[in-house]
């Protein structure tokens, strides 16, 4: 017996302009008015800035400025190098290539809406009728539970930053959610044309970020198939969506074998080691990693979708239910079994974890939802107010202790008021206090009321935290200062630079301030960049390394960093 009853009130949609509104408010601030940070984000922009401004050896073998990176597939970097030769003039290299993380997010919410409506009008997915009538059209509780699966979706706690971060993470989530839609479409309509989009997202999956993932999502589609005894699903996945993506990936590996040169076109070898590395056996430490950072990771959408595949217990095998699990058990074994304990492991279940809670909306009790709320309303009000505390005392000084903590934390920081950044956090403050009386005072019956508060506040807390605070964010995680800084001690004719720095810095020096590393080759330069621990007062061991006799002209870090020093030495003599 279904475990569903609902009248058709239950059922009101959000209207579309809304939710596009706030995908928009999600995912725009953060993106603008920042420099690439440390790290990823840095190291992904560099990538991109280098094919955009580079060879088709670039293009084709990602690297940062000469620094071969093996381990990368290049799709994600494609698209932000494109989007930066289309919009660099206009917004700047590294705004241009944040336009390709924007189009990322939204193609991956716009699939999760869509294969959930899918889902959701299935007759086997409709909820009981009622005894008298009332209860809703098939396509108006799709639809509500589709707004309820994006609400989901945009609460996640771990996809916040991860979402504005520049690199492939974005375009793998987003495909996995579009690679759901082709199997809902396959399983649903058996056509042709559905298998090939199907290919086509596993393709690209495999081209962002290895095979791994790509291959358990169509492991675990194959057991569906056979679960459900759908021979024409299964033949259309074996027959027309695997071949796809093989000769997508297979035309990748082709370009670089007959195009490049010999020592370039061996990064495939070691790409394809990488991905086999990843596979390793299940451990408990892996395990345990994957309980303790996944209960916050995935809220607020793991007890809703927990609860839902209790409540269907007795219909594991309708589709709604059946197809996220199909992307969610394959995809947490190889997280489970992956060499390296990492968030970035927990993303591609994300969509899975979201359709699946938003079955779970109706069938949970009301008691349970008002508990989430709740939990939403008082945990998320309280980090709002004090971000907002934190922002007044680094304004005003006062309370002294807040304030003499935000700047021990990024000493040098001068701060500056700014109108528009301050009317919008006012205004998301506003919205937030509304949004909240409505769901108290009303009460509203409709199935997304459960989620509203965790998704409004989890984007009230981004606003306020990219508004108020992102320039003392961004002084202490961006390079620009130090780059500048090394520019200023190079000749005006630039040189090239030997270095032992970091992807991340390599990117990040190279941009801002015009550093030429030297490339893999053993080419020898004139200055040598050394990055090395505060504490190492000694850098004779590191410079033997590097032969020849070399000056020290520059020493220097970030004001921000506790740990990481820079020198930079020039070649005695010259």
């Known amino acids: 017996m279904k475990p569903v009853r609902l009248p058709a009130a239950a059922t009101n949609a959000l209207p579309r302009l809304v939710l596009l509104a706030l995908a928009l408010l999600y995912i725009l601030p953060g993106l603008i008015g920042r420099d690439p940070w440390k790290n990823e984000d840095a190291t992904s922009f560099g990538i991109m800035w280098t094919m955009a401004h580079g060879t088709l050896a670039d293009w084709l073998t990602p690297n940062v400025a000469g620094l071969p ?34 189009g990322c997010f939204l193609v991956g919410s716009l699939s999760i809406w869509y294969t959930t409506y899918l889902l959701g009008r299935r007759a086997e997915a409709q909820p009981l009728k009622l005894a008298f009538g009332g209860q809703p059209e098939p396509k108006d509780f799709g639809r509500t539970l589709a707004d309820g699966a994006f609400l989901i979706y945009l609460g996640f706690l771990g996809l916040l930053l991860h979402s504005h971060e520049t690199g492939p993470k974005t375009l793998q989530i987003a495909l996995v959610a579009y690679a759901m839609y082709g199997a809902a479409r396959v399983f649903d309509l058996h056509k042709l044309r559905h298998a090939l989009w199907l290919g086509a997202a596993l393709g690209m999956l495999v081209l962002t970020r290895g095979w791994l993932l790509p291959a358990g999502a169509l492991t675990g589609l194959l057991v569906l198939a056979a679960v459900r005894k759908d021979a024409p699903a299964a033949r259309l996945l074996l027959g027309v969506s695997l071949p796809v993506a093989a000769l997508i990936c297979a035309l990748w590996v082709f370009a670089i074998r007959t195009l490049l040169p010999q020592e370039a076109a061996g990064q495939i070898d070691l790409w394809m080691s990488w991905n086999i590395y990843q596979i390793n056996g299940p451990t408990l430490a892996a395990l345990a990693y994957f309980l303790k950072y996944g209960v916050w990771f995935a809220w607020p959408a793991w ?3 927990g609860w839902a595949v209790y409540a269907w217990r007795r219909q594991l095998g309708s589709l709604h239910i059946a197809l996220p699990l199909a ?25 899975a974890l979201a359709i699946l809670a938003a079955f779970g909306l109706p069938t949970m009790k009301r008691g349970a939802i008002n508990a989430v709320d709740w939990f939403s309303v008082m945990t998320l009000t309280t980090s709002a107010a004090f971000i ?20 021990k934390l990024a000493p040098g920081f001068k701060p500056g008021f700014e109108w528009i950044s301050l009317a919008i956090a006012i205004a998301a403050s506003v919205a937030w206090i509304l949004v909240v009386h409505w769901r108290i005072s009303r009460r509203p019956s409709v199935l997304w009321r459960a989620v509203v508060l965790s998704s409004g506040g989890v984007i009230l807390c981004w606003v306020l935290l990219m508004t108020l605070w992102l320039p003392w964010v961004n002084y202490g995680k961006s390079y620009a200062g130090v780059a500048l800084q090394i520019e200023s001690k190079l000749t005006s004719v630039k040189q090239c630079v030997q270095s032992n720095v970091g992807t991340a810095q390599r990117a990040s020096f190279a941009y801002f301030g015009n550093v030429r590393f030297a490339d893999e080759r053993g080419q020898r330069c004139d200055y040598l960049l050394l990055q090395d621990d505060i504490s190492n007062q000694d850098a004779s061991p590191m410079l033997r390394q590097y032969p020849g006799s070399w000056t020290m002209v520059w020493e220097g870090r970030r004001p921000s960093d506790r740990d990481e020093r820079f020198r930079l030495y020039r070649r005695a003599g010259e």
């Open 327 to 351: 992307f969610f058990i394959p995809l947490a074994i190889l997280a489970l079994v992956n060499v390296h304990s990492e968030e970035g492991m927990l993303l591609p279940l994300l969509p």
């Open 69 to 102: 990176l093996p381990a990368e597939s290049p799709l994600a970097y494609w698209f932000g190098a494109i989007c930066i030769k289309l919009f660099g003039w206009l917004l700047g290299d590294p705004l241009a290539s944040r336009v390709s993380t924007i």
């Open 388 to 407: 907002w505390i934190g922002w007044i005392a680094k304004e005003t000084g006062w309370p002294a202790q807040i304030a003499r903590n935000a700047y």
């Open 303 to 305: 007890p809703f979708a």
